[in-house]
């Protein structure tokens, strides 16, 4: 009830409302509701003394506590973005008093970024439970969060990384082919000097025919 009351033989008016009129009082049957929180309510008296008309007003804001909201149009249950694109992420809770919001992700516990500009990751993808508390009870809403991205990058990165693996691989051949060879031409070069000496010692030189055929053919 919302009651507007003065001196008696004032007149009275409840502004805001179609209020009820009565003897220096003004009264408003309410059914309070969740829109009706921070309404104004004024009050208008008026009294003739000598001959004169008083003036006095009175306004009153009329609170109303409900318990917390999460609705689809300020908390959507589908959430669908592109990999790479800056966003917002925003889920918002209603209620007097105002509630605390919390999303966390099924399984892993991870917290949803509300309210945060940041680029959207793959891993964001995932379902979500928020929930909304405060002192006059709870709500809560699961939320679906989908992440585009093109397979075809993925692609791309699978074959660029194969073709880095064949070119270490054919590089390290290489390496370990001309490594070898140039071995195998140092002791022949090594084995050619010592008989070369041997000779001029007048030593014949040791016979070691398969040994020199085989270091030939790899040099």
């Known amino acids: 009830m919302v009651s507007c009351e003065a001196h008696p033989g004032s007149n009275v008016t409840l502004s805001g409302a179609q209020a009820q009129p009565l003897p220096h009082k003004a009264q408003l049957l309410l059914n309070a509701r969740a829109g009706d929180n921070g309404r104004i309510f004024s009050c208008l008296a008026s009294l003739e003394v000598a001959g004169q008309l008083l003036y006095k007003d009175q306004a009153q804001e009329l609170t109303v506590l409900y318990g917390p909201r999460l609705d689809e149009s300020d908390c959507p249950g589908n959430w669908t973005f592109l990999e790479g694109s800056e966003q917002t992420l925003r889920c918002q809770a209603w209620g007097n008093p105002f509630p605390k919001l919390r999303c966390h992700r099924k399984g892993d516990n991870t917290s949803l970024p509300i309210g945060h500009l940041r680029p959207v990751r793959r891993e964001l993808a995932g ?13 809560s809403r699961e939320v679906l969060v989908t992440v585009l991205y093109n397979e075809k990058n993925m692609v791309i990165v699978i074959v660029l990384l194969a073709l880095a693996a064949i070119v270490i691989l054919v590089a390290f051949t290489a390496y370990f082919y001309n490594r070898q060879r140039k071995i195998s031409k140092y002791r022949l070069q090594k084995a050619a000097e010592k008989a070369s000496k041997l000779k001029a010692l007048g030593v014949p030189a040791p016979d070691c025919p398969d040994l020199a055929s085989s270091q030939l053919q790899q040099a």
């Not at 439970?129 to 405060?134: D, E, I, L, T």
């Open 127 to 139: 379902t979500y439970m928020c929930r909304a508390v405060s002192s006059r009870g709870e709500a």
